[in-house]
C-alpha cells in the first residue's frame, strides 16, 4: 500500500479525528523528525512542547495533548497514544516475511504434515512426525526435529532450531538463533564424575509469544518447560530446564532463569537479571534491571538489588564497608547493650 489515510486509520484502531481526514501518510518517524508524508504520536508529557512545531502529516495525541497542538495540526485522539502507535505500526508494518512459499532447498520429511499456505524457506530442515499450523512461515536454515509441533500463523526467522517433541502455539514469533528443547543443565556427580540425565520432557510455548534472537529454552528433564499466553522474551535469554512462566509476562535481555523456577502471571524481569530456581515468584512482581533474585517473592510489587555504578574509588571504599559489615554490626550491638 501506498499510503494511509487518516480516515482509514482512525477507522482500523478508533479515536476520534480532527483536522484533514484525507490527508496521506505512508510511515512512522520521531516526533522531531516526522515530516508531511508521515505519521507521529507523543507518549511523553515532557515531549509537548515539541507538538506545536511538528511537521508531521499526522499527530496522534490523547485529549490532554490537543491544547498543545497547532490548530493547523491533524489529529486522531486516542486514549493511549502508545497502544495507538504499537497498533497503527503493526498495521503499516513494511517488514517482510521470513520465507515466501516453500524453497526447492528445503527438507521435507514425507512423515510431516504441513497445513494450507504454509512457508518454509530455503534450506530448512523439517523432521518425521513434524506438524506445521496453516500459514506459519518457517525462516531459512530452520530445523524443526521429530514430532514438533508449530502452531497456525506462527513465525520463525531464520537458523531458529526447535528440537524434537516441542511444542509451540498459534501466533507465535521467534527471531533468528532462537534455541527451543536444547538439553536442561542435568547431571549427578559420581566422585567427581559427571553422568549426564537424559532430558527427556519437553517445552510447551502458548499462544501469541514471542521470543527474542539467541535465547535458549532448555525441555524439562522429566516433564515440561512450560511458557504460557503472551509471554515476550528479549534477546539473549536463558530459561532453564522445568521452568514455568505465566501469562503475560515480560522477560527482558539477558535474563538468566534457574531451573524448576515459576514466574507468575504479568511479571516484569528487567535486564540482565538472575533468578535462582526450585521456588516461586507470584503474579504482578516487577524485577527491576539487574536483580538478583535468591528467594521466593509471595507478595506482588517492585524488587532491586545490586549497587548502581559509582566512581571507583567510591566503589572501593563502598565494597571495603560490605566486607566489614559483620564487624560493624557487632560493634553496634555492643554499644547498643553498653547504653542499654
Request: aromatic share 4%; glycine share 10%; with cysteine.
Amino acid at each position: 500500500m501506498s499510503g494511509y489515510r487518516l480516515q482509514q486509520l482512525a477507522e482500523h484502531i478508533g479515536g476520534t479525528i480532527r483536522g484533514n481526514a484525507d490527508v496521506v501518510v505512508d510511515s512512522i518517524a520521531p516526533l522531531d523528525k516526522a515530516t508531511s508524508h508521515q505519521l507521529t504520536f507523543i507518549s511523553n508529557v515532557k515531549f509537548r512542547e515539541l507538538l506545536p512545531q511538528s511537521q508531521a502529516g499526522i499527530l496522534v495525541v490523547s485529549e490532554a495533548d490537543v491544547a498543545f497542538c497547532a490548530e493547523s495540526s491533524n489529529l486522531l485522539i486516542v486514549p493511549d497514544p502508545y497502544v495507538a502507535y504499537a497498533l497503527l505500526a503493526q498495521y503499516m508494518d513494511s517488514t517482510p516475511k521470513a520465507a515466501e512459499q516453500i524453497a526447492q532447498s528445503a527438507v521435507i520429511s514425507t512423515k510431516a504434515k504441513l497445513g494450507k499456505n504454509v512457508s518454509v524457506g530455503a534450506n530448512a530442515v523439517i523432521e518425521d512426525g513434524a506438524e506445521i499450523g496453516d500459514e506459519a512461515i518457517i525462516g531459512a536454515g530452520c530445523f524443526i526435529g521429530k514430532n514438533a509441533k508449530i502452531g497456525a500463523k506462527t513465525q520463525l526467522w531464520a537458523n531458529v532450531t526447535i528440537y524434537h517433541e516441542v511444542q509451540i502455539g498459534s501466533g507465535c514469533l521467534i527471531q533468528s538463533s532462537a534455541v527451543i528443547g536444547s538439553d536442561g543443565f542435568g547431571y549427578a556427580n559420581d566422585r567427581g564424575r559427571w553422568i549426564k540425565i537424559p532430558q527427556t520432557g519437553t517445552v510447551i510455548i502458548g499462544n501469541n509469544v514471542e521470543i527474542g534472537a539467541c535465547t535458549c529454552i532448555d525441555r524439562g528433564a522429566l516433564d515440561a518447560t512450560v511458557i504460557e499466553d503472551n509471554v515476550i522474551i528479549d534477546n539473549l535469554c536463558q530459561i532453564a530446564h522445568n521452568v514455568h512462566i505465566g501469562t503475560g509476562t515480560a522477560v527482558a535481555g539477558g535474563v538468566i532463569m534457574a531451573g524448576s523456577l515459576k514466574v507468575g502471571r504479568y511479571c516484569l524481569i528487567g535486564g540482565a537479571s538472575v533468578i535462582n530456581g526450585h521456588m516461586e515468584i507470584c503474579d504482578k512482581v516487577t524485577v527491576t534491571g539487574m536483580g538478583m533474585v535468591m528467594r521466593p517473592i509471595t507478595e506482588p510489587g517492585i524488587y532491586s538489588s545490586g549497587i548502581p555504578l559509582q566512581p571507583n574509588k567510591e566503589w572501593r571504599k563502598t565494597a571495603a564497608l560490605t566486607l566489614d559489615i559483620d564487624k560493624i554490626n557487632k560493634r553496634l550491638k555492643a554499644v547498643e547493650k553498653k547504653l542499654a
